[in-house]
């Protein structure tokens, strides 16, 4: 087979086998700096005269026995760096990718007027799949951009390129073209530094990715196996959103959902469905401690679904969390919860096991929270994606999914951006799904010990609940309600495992 064609993001690319490609040499270009202490002086020199630097880099992605491998261009014994380079003054980013890509591997001929030049490199430029920012003339970088940074010294944007099935390349007699299998880059800095390490999770397929969670159903398996999950809200006014993201949970398969809700709204989440476990304690007496006893049963818990901002809350709605964290549950906060949670940000700082899943405006009101000014809601993706890991890193690395027309998610270090298309119905419920689904999905994720479980755990139930909403939509058009996604839950899972 000549070339594989896989998601990845969400999107089908073909990965040619690096065996159907042959490899000549051609002259060395050399490098521009003959030190890292040489590249930050010329960087420091031409900045006041070009601004900030930017650099396009390709991720050129083949495969070979059945395994996706990166291109990499080895420099000396122990340096490696994407294939790309820096761009003119105005020239955009797929054609001076382009332009660096025929440089670097098209074949040379001698033209007409007798000038040595290459021939175009034949590839496709894809969606950016990543950004890092570099805030001074020195090493440090970031994938997002520091809020205090106005003037950034360099950005780099780390581009999808796909190649045709067979070809050629022409690599200068300097360098050594490798192709690193992803397993070998995942997280490995020390050898390959964070902007290659980080490739493999931005590059993560969905499908393979809910394999990887899912637990194996077994007739061993006891009641509580697959998740306990609970659920804290419900009020008077709202009683569905707990109801979606309890039921969710279960629909998706965890095997016991208990909604922590007012006393006024339980026997009306109750009447919903007999397979929910209602308790109606907060903000009565003894809630804490009755709160408190249940959590030791739980595995993971969303805090805020329909849990209202009553005066009340300020005073449970910390202890909940103080709970929680003492406990070390995996933590979702949504809806109401991310409202209080302004006041309580200290107590999630650092939390590795907390997951917040704010929609637009509540991802605003974090970001007002913490100082930083509000990024617009028609922000360009790129400059969403910059805020999501900025607000993820400033709360120590903890995992922000901001949801809106595409799903970002980060923990500061690695941001994955989720676009299925969903649907254009914008009815309430739909994030009390996400909510429930990412709790479980997180759950089912430490149990099975996988690397940066919540972040896999949030970019697959962001597919899933979009994979829902597209779904579901076929059959109830502009009368979708949240209730009818419940339905489809395992079609979309089914659809999504099977994603080739
Ligand atoms: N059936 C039930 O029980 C349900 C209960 N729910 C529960 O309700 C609680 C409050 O949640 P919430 O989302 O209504 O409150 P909040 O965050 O203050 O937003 C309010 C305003 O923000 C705006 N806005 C939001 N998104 C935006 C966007 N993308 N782009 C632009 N603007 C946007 C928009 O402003 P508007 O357009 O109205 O001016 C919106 O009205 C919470 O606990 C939740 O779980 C819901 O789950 C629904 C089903
Ligand atoms: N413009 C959009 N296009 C496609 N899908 C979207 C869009 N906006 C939101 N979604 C999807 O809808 C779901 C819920 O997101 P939304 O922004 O409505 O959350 P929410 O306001 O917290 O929901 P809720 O009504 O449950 O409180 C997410 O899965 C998200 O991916």
């Known amino acids: 087979m000549a070339s594989e064609s896989v998601e990845l993001n969400n999107r ?3 990965l040619p086998n690096l065996m159907k490609y042959t490899f000549g040499t051609k002259d060395a270009i050399p490098e521009r700096d003959k030190s890292i202490t040489e590249r930050f002086s010329r960087l420091r020199r031409e900045f006041p005269v070009m601004g900030m630097r930017r650099t396009v880099e390709a991720i050129i992605l083949t495969h070979q026995h059945k395994m996706p491998h990166i291109l990499l261009l080895k420099i000396g014994a122990t340096y490696f760096k994407l294939p790309g380079g820096t761009l003119e003054p105005g020239e955009g980013d797929s054609e001076g990718l382009h332009r660096i890509l025929t440089t670097l ?4 001929f001698i033209a007409d007027d007798g000038q040595h030049i290459f021939a175009p490199f034949p590839c496709e430029i894809r969606e950016v799949v990543a950004n890092w920012w570099r805030p001074h003339f020195e090493p440090t970088q970031y994938p997002y951009l520091p809020s205090h940074i106005t ?3 360099e950005h780099r944007r780390m581009i999808l390129v796909e190649l045709p099935p067979e070809g050629c390349f022409h690599v200068p007699g300097n360098y050594n073209l490798l192709a690193a299998p992803l397993f070998e880059l995942f997280e490995n800095t020390p050898g390959y530094g964070p902007v290659i390490a980080s490739l493999p999770l ?3 397929k969905v499908g393979k990715i809910l394999q990887s969670i899912l637990p194996i159903l077994s007739n061993r398996d006891h009641k509580g196996t697959c ?9 008077l006014e709202y009683t569905g959103a707990p109801y979606f993201a309890a039921m969710t949970s279960l629909r998706l398969g965890a095997d016991l959902a208990h909604v922590f809700c007012r006393p006024e709204a339980a026997v009306v989440i109750k009447s919903y469905s007999p397979e929910l476990i209602v308790h109606p304690i907060l903000c009565t007496p003894g809630c804490e ?10 595995n993971a818990i969303v805090v805020g679904p329909g849990l209202g901002r009553d005066a009340d809350l300020d005073e449970l709605f910390p202890k909940i969390l103080t709970s929680v964290v003492k406990k070390e549950l995996l933590l979702v906060v949504d809806g109401d919860g991310l409202f209080l949670l302004q006041k309580h940000l200290d107590l999630v700082k650092g939390y590795g096991k ?3 899943t704010p929609n637009a405006m509540e991802f605003q009101r974090l970001e007002k929270a913490v100082g930083f000014s509000p990024t617009s809601f028609d922000a360009p993706d790129t400059e969403l994606q910059t805020s999501v890991a900025r607000l993820a890193s400033h709360l120590g690395s903890l995992t922000v999914v901001r949801k809106g027309r595409s799903d970002i998610i ?6 994955f951006d989720c676009s299925l298309p969903g649907s254009p119905r914008r009815c309430g419920g739909q994030g009390d799904l996400l909510s429930g689904s990412v709790a479980t999905l997180a759950f089912w994720a430490s149990e099975k010990c996988v690397e940066n479980g919540g972040m896999l755990a949030c970019l697959a139930a962001c597919s899933l609940i979009r994979s829902c909403a597209e779904i579901s939509f076929e059959k109830f058009g502009r009368g979708l309600v949240a209730s009818d996604m419940i339905p489809v839950i395992q079609v979309a899972l089914k659809h999504l495992l099977e994603q080739k």
């Open 12 to 14: 089908a690319i073909s």
């Open 105 to 108: 591997f098209g074949e040379p």
């Open 151 to 153: 003037r950034p010294k």
């Open 202 to 204: 931005s590059l993560s």
């Open 227 to 235: 998740g306990k999950i609970g659920v804290v809200g419900g009020s």
């Open 289 to 298: 401690a009755k709160f408190d006893e249940w959590l030791s049963r739980l």
């Open 354 to 356: 907390c997951m917040l």
């Open 410 to 415: 980060s923990n500061g270090v690695v941001t």
